[in-house]
Nanobody, 123 residues
Framework: EVHIVESGGGLVQTGGSLRLSCTVS????????IGWFRRVPGKEREGVSC????????YYEDSVKGRFTMSRDNAKNTVYLEMNSLKPEDTAVYYC????????????????WGEGTLVTVSS
């Protein structure tokens, strides 16, 4: 049975930092691209970052480049999203998802999803 569990969300002030974790089980972690997505109520889910174990490449959405860093620990089946210099517009539910591919091709194509963790950045 597949499990994807996110943690680390919370309330932080503008300029603060949070570290999200995503631990997976039930599938071969090394064979999947793992992505972080976020959704603001009333808006579409958007990609934040994606990491491919196969290629070693990490993608970042433009608005988070230089502020967010994604890392992957294959030994622990865990990915992390270090979020620095947080802004109110980063407020969203953050989801971790996996796709059996070399890269994350979009929210509609991910194979497995976590339940999400809420990040709230106060101004």
């Amino acid at each position: 049975e597949v499990h994807i569990v996110e943690s680390g969300g919370g309330l932080v002030q503008t300029g603060g930092s949070l570290r999200l974790s995503c631990t997976v089980s039930g599938f071969s972690f090394d064979d999947y691209a793992i992505g972080w997505f976020r959704r603001v109520p009333g808006k579409e889910r958007e990609g934040v970052s994606c990491d491919s174990s196969s290629t070693g490449n990490t993608y970042y959405e433009d608005s988070v480049k230089g502020r967010f860093t994604m890392s992957r620990d294959n030994a622990k089946n865990t990915v992390y999203l270090e979020m620095n210099s947080l802004k109110p517009e980063d407020t969203a539910v953050y989801y971790c998802a996996a796709e059996y591919s070399y890269y994350c091709s979009g929210p509609g194509n991910m194979d497995y999803w976590g339940e999400g963790t809420l990040v709230t950045v106060s101004s």
